[in-house]
């Protein structure tokens, strides 16, 4: 194994590679530096003649970092980034040599083609132009890989008439609409001094690493994410013992190139652990602003998988990447902090005297229940399907959880209109001299609620490990804008503020406690009692997408200015037209795969045994009974196989054949993924009595335990 020889300090790389503040205020004249701040502080337009002196020294620093091309880097609803690379030079002169020049115009915009993105029929393919929007709120960076040097510009994307297609540009609108909303908020509370509220967000990234070898020997890897067949090693998780288990030095040395390339693009990657399945890992950042958190995160997935090949190792973003192993998510830490450092979910000491805190977190409780389809739905993707629900990740239901602390202070709202005390923690002692005794939080942490309060955040637990973070924060954003705009449209008209503000926080916590739970939220009785409540179960994408243009989403959206129906209307389309695509791309390589890779090795199998048999009988008339009967199942799940294989085939043609929408989208989730479940049982059975050295892949074993 190569030995670490490489030293660095952190301090000095990190954000090396980005054109931040510190380097602007170097580079750029204070006239145009105190111009860019101003532009963002109050969220203008900028000027042509100011971006064309921010291009100039952008290009420079890039060149200096080696830098001979540029790119404006967008992100599509495709769930990826995209990007078209321009280099800075212009047209030869008659010297032979060139310049190189990247003006402001250049920085501000980009034309990149719309129509090959998924737009849901906002666009055509002949209307193809589309326009890419410099994000000044978000700092470009230099991406150093095998391609050499790039100049990134993190920008928005639309259409030629205007329509969002990306994830930036909504989320951008909903952090504008939450601001606008809270600023109302903390004002009626006396807050003279803060000016901006912006969301902060922490996403805790999972992940699977295996050996890139046996990842090129497994097609339904390389085409869908995620392993089609396979069985049950003798061994999986069942002792807890990788969780927080000492990480492979062959693991540590990736992990640590993946910090160092973080690091140099301002990614504050601070926490790794290996997950509770075996080859799972995890990588957690320091908050950033939301706009920030996720251009972040997306650099994360494509550092982590690019990385990976450079160690002859695969990282696998698939939500279950291996069925009978826990899936991997990503939780969402939300919180709302004005520019002077005030935690709006901070609770204090003493919770029940802050009513400030209480009237916030009250109003989220309200958005969250009024609003749990959309919450749900942001958080629906296909690979997602497999893990919600299935006690290894929250359950489809949302829910809240508040611990002991608040869920008393609350009951004592409901309960008298008044709270008077709350919990406090207690001192833990450990019972060994030489050891420090703890403080007890007055709180317990709940890992089975979607959406749990934290100590001064909320974690929404429900996203995929494979997703943008943008569209449940746009999400949360906007539900939480709209429940403060309606709580401040009370206060700001009532005669008398203490009464208004009492009777608001009673209202909103008795009206909205049916979302609050505590408890397991894995147990039978949970999924019984969220039913007697009127809380939603929603447990598929298919019946999650619906929730984006309800009446009552089109008019939070719109009211907001965050999604235009017409938007809305194109991500349903998007979502239903994904979902069948991704099925169908697996149903496809399980076809290939079982008639191309396993019923031929196990043919060949069963002629060997057969074989065996009819020398053995030849040689000695022996009794051969065991092996004639092993034979028997062989050729009975073989025949099993076939049959499912066939049925596959035909159900996958049917659904090719219906027209893209709901009704596609539901085929494939009821009868194909159905006939998917048929063929893959044999299989399995198969795998567990074929010769090793004849099945034509790599097992569970040899992916998750030989890294």
């Known amino acids: 194994m190569e030995k670490c020889t490489e030293y660095y300090n952190v301090a000095d790389i990190f954000g090396e590679n980005v054109f931040n503040d510190t380097v602007m205020q170097e580079r750029l004249p204070k006239k145009v530096y105190q111009k860019l701040k101003n532009t963002l502080r109050e969220g203008r337009e900028l000027d042509l003649e100011t971006a064309d002196v921010i291009a100039h020294e952008m290009k420079e620093w890039a060149i200096e970092k080696g830098a001979t091309h540029y790119t404006h880097w967008f992100q599509p609803l495709t769930g990826v980034t995209a990007e078209k690379h321009d280099s800075f030079i212009t047209a030869p002169k008659e010297s032979g040599k060139v310049l190189m020049s990247f003006s402001g115009k250049e920085l501000i915009k980009g034309e990149p083609d719309a129509s090959s993105f998924p737009s849901g029929g906002l666009r055509a393919t002949f209307e193809a132009r589309g326009y890419t929007a410099w994000d000044c709120t978000s700092p470009a960076f230099v991406r150093q890989d095998a391609a050499g040097a790039t100049l990134c510009i993190p920008t928005a994307f639309c259409s030629y008439t205007g329509e969002a297609l990306d994830q930036k540009t909504p989320l951008l609108r909903s952090m504008e609409a939450v601001n606008d909303q809270a600023l109302r908020l903390i004002r009626a509370f006396g807050n003279r001094t803060s000016k901006k509220v912006t969301t902060s967000v922490g996403p805790e990234q999972e992940y699977f690493i295996v050996d890139r070898e046996k990842y090129l020997k497994r097609k339904d890897l390389i085409f869908t994410g995620r392993t089609l067949f396979g069985a049950m090693p003798p061994k999986g998780q069942e002792m807890d013992d990788h969780y927080f288990g000492s990480i492979r030095e062959r693991i540590a040395s990736y992990m640590r190139d993946v910090n160092k390339e973080l690091w140099k693009l301002g990614v504050s990657a601070k926490t790794?652990?290996?997950?509770?399945?075996?080859?799972?890992?995890?990588?957690?950042?320091?908050?950033?602003?939301?706009?920030?958190?996720?251009?972040?995160?997306?650099?994360?997935?494509?550092?982590?998988?690019?990385?990976?090949?450079?160690?002859?190792?695969?990282?696998?973003?698939?939500?279950?990447?291996?069925?009978?192993?826990?899936?991997?998510?990503?939780?969402?830490?939300?919180?709302?902090?004005?520019?002077?450092?005030?935690?709006?979910?901070?609770?204090?000491?003493?919770?029940?005297?802050?009513?400030?805190?209480?009237?916030?977190?009250?109003?989220?409780?309200?958005?969250?229940?009024?609003?749990?389809?959309?919450?749900?739905?942001?958080?629906?993707?296909?690979?997602?399907?497999?893990?919600?629900?299935?006690?290894?990740?929250?359950?489809?239901?949302?829910?809240?959880?508040?611990?002991?602390?608040?869920?008393?202070?609350?009951?004592?709202?409901?309960?008298?209109?008044?709270?008077?005390?709350?919990?406090?923690?207690?001192?833990?002692?450990?019972?060994?001299?030489?050891?420090?005794?703890?403080?007890?939080?007055?709180?317990?942490?709940?890992?089975?609620?979607?959406?749990?309060?934290?100590?001064?955040?909320?974690?929404?637990?429900?996203?995929?490990?494979?997703?943008?973070?943008?569209?449940?924060?746009?999400?949360?954003?906007?539900?939480?804008?709209?429940?403060?705009?309606?709580?401040?449209?009370?206060?700001?008209?009532?005669?008398?503020?203490?009464?208004?503000?009492?009777?608001?926080?009673?209202?909103?916590?008795?009206?909205?406690?049916?979302?609050?739970?505590?408890?397991?939220?894995?147990?039978?009785?949970?999924?019984?009692?969220?039913?007697?409540?009127?809380?939603?179960?929603?447990?598929?994408?298919?019946?999650?997408?619906?929730?984006?243009?309800?009446?009552?989403?089109?008019?939070?959206?719109?009211?907001?200015?965050?999604?235009?129906?017409?938007?809305?209307?194109?991500?349903?389309?998007?979502?239903?037209?994904?979902?069948?695509?991704?099925?169908?791309?697996?149903?496809?390589?399980?076809?290939?795969?079982?008639?191309?890779?396993?019923?031929?090795?196990?043919?060949?199998?069963?002629?060997?045994?057969?074989?065996?048999?009819?020398?053995?009988?030849?040689?000695?008339?022996?009794?051969?009974?065991?092996?004639?009967?092993?034979?028997?199942?062989?050729?009975?799940?073989?025949?099993?196989?076939?049959?499912?294989?066939?049925?596959?085939?035909?159900?996958t043609e049917q659904g090719i054949g219906i027209k893209e929408g709901r009704k596609q989208a539901v085929f494939y989730r009821d009868i194909v993924m159905s006939v998917m479940t048929e063929l893959r049982a044999p299989v399995d059975k198969l795998e567990m009595i074929v010769d090793k050295e004849m099945w034509p892949m790599p097992s569970y074993g040899d992916l998750i335990f030989e890294v």
């Not at 959880?401 to 008044?418: A, C, K, M, R, Y």
């Open 272 to 651: 790794q652990h290996n997950e509770v399945a075996p080859a799972q890992h995890e990588l957690a950042p320091i908050y950033a602003s939301a706009n920030i958190a996720v251009d972040h995160n997306q650099l994360v997935m494509e550092t982590l998988k690019k990385v990976a090949g450079r160690h002859g190792l695969q990282c696998l973003l698939h939500e279950k990447p291996f069925a009978g192993v826990n899936g991997s998510g990503k939780h969402n830490n939300w919180s709302l902090i004005t520019d002077d450092g005030i935690n709006l979910l901070e609770p204090g000491v003493t919770p029940h005297e802050n009513f400030q805190f209480l009237l916030v977190l009250t109003c989220i409780l309200k958005a969250v229940d009024i609003h749990a389809d959309l919450l749900r739905e942001s958080a629906a993707d296909v690979g997602n399907d497999h893990r919600l629900g299935a006690n290894e990740a929250p359950p489809a239901i949302i829910s809240v959880f508040l611990g002991e602390q608040l869920q008393d202070v609350l009951s004592q709202l409901i309960s008298t209109g008044e709270a008077t005390h709350s919990i406090k923690g207690s001192m833990l002692e450990t019972g060994v001299k030489t050891l420090p005794d703890f403080m007890k939080d007055a709180t317990d942490r709940n890992r089975t609620s979607p959406f749990a309060f934290t100590g001064n955040k909320f974690e929404f637990r429900m996203l995929g490990s494979q997703d943008s973070i943008a569209q449940p924060n746009v999400v949360l954003n906007t539900i939480v804008a709209e429940a403060f705009a309606e709580a401040c449209d009370v206060l700001e008209n009532a005669n008398d503020f203490e009464t208004a503000l009492h009777d608001l926080i009673k209202k909103n916590a008795t009206d909205h406690q049916r979302i609050v739970f505590n408890g397991n939220g894995y147990s039978e009785d949970w999924v019984r009692e969220a039913e007697k409540r009127g809380l939603p179960n929603i447990n598929s994408m298919v019946d999650a997408i619906p929730a984006l243009n309800t009446e009552k989403a089109v008019k939070l959206f719109e009211k907001f200015g965050v999604f235009t129906k017409a938007e809305l209307d194109s991500r349903v389309e998007i979502e239903y037209e994904t979902y069948a695509k991704e099925i169908n791309i697996e149903a496809r390589a399980m076809i290939d795969i079982a008639g191309k890779q396993i019923v031929p090795a196990v043919i060949k199998y069963a002629t060997a045994l057969a074989n065996s048999i009819n020398a053995v009988k030849a040689a000695c008339d022996a009794d051969v009974s065991v092996q004639i009967g092993l034979l028997k199942e062989v050729s009975d799940l073989l025949s099993q196989t076939k049959t499912a294989l066939s049925k596959l085939e035909e159900v």
